[in-house]
């Protein structure tokens, strides 16, 4: 019993410093279905958890484009694993719309965008941005774009590897 209490006491004590560390730009490989691949990363903590942001390798020439949301019980919207939507990236004053699928392995939505795309350059040049499901049934999140592009190069270039 006092080993259970401490492990969670730990566990809690580590949430907020995970959430301060993953508030900045990463890239780094992870582990993924196929094997290693190169990743961007960024959350935006709320309390105990946090929405996160990830751009990946995709198809040649693009990117995948992943939020991870803090969801409500009823996710993915209604139990419907084919679930997508549009979202809207708001950018200062600029927004671009990309279609966005339910991913069932680990619950993220997804859209892929050219290298070049509107999409990618404003994820690499902006200040914020803030991805809004325009069907209202996924949590709109707010990331910080700063360093972003050093990050996003990187998995970039070893897409081009």
């Given at each position: 019993?006092?080993?259970?209490?401490?492990?969670?006491?730990?566990?809690?004590?580590?949430?907020?410093?995970?959430?301060?560390?993953?508030?900045?730009?990463?890239?780094?490989?992870?582990?993924?279905?196929?094997?290693?691949?190169?990743?961007?990363?960024?959350?935006?903590?709320?309390?105990?958890?946090?929405?996160?942001?990830?751009?990946?390798?995709?198809?040649?020439?693009?990117?995948?484009?992943?939020?991870?949301?803090?969801?409500?019980?009823?996710?993915?919207?209604?139990?419907?694993?084919?679930?997508?939507?549009?979202?809207?990236?708001?950018?200062?004053?600029?927004?671009?719309?990309?279609?966005?699928?339910?991913?069932?392995?680990?619950?993220?939505?997804?859209?892929?965008?050219?290298?070049?795309?509107?999409?990618?350059?404003?994820l690499r040049s902006s200040r914020s941005m803030t991805m809004e499901d325009l069907s209202g049934k996924v949590p709109s999140a707010t990331f910080i774009l700063t360093g972003s592009k050093s990050a996003i190069?990187?998995?970039?270039?070893?897409?081009?590897?």
């Open positions: 019993m006092i080993i259970r209490f401490g492990l969670v006491a730990l566990f809690l004590a580590a949430a907020p410093a995970a959430a301060e560390e993953c508030s900045a730009w990463t890239a780094g490989l992870e582990e993924d279905e196929g094997g290693k691949v190169m990743v961007a990363r960024i959350c935006q903590p709320l309390g105990n958890a946090a929405h996160e942001l990830s751009v990946q390798c995709g198809e040649p020439g693009a990117f995948w484009i992943r939020l991870l949301p803090v969801a409500p019980d009823n996710y993915p919207p209604g139990g419907d694993y084919n679930f997508n939507s549009r979202f809207k990236f708001n950018f200062d004053k600029i927004a671009v719309e990309q279609d966005m699928v339910y991913q069932g392995m680990d619950g993220a939505m997804a859209g892929k965008a050219a290298f070049e795309s509107p999409l990618a350059e404003l190069n990187k998995v970039q270039a070893s897409c081009l590897n």
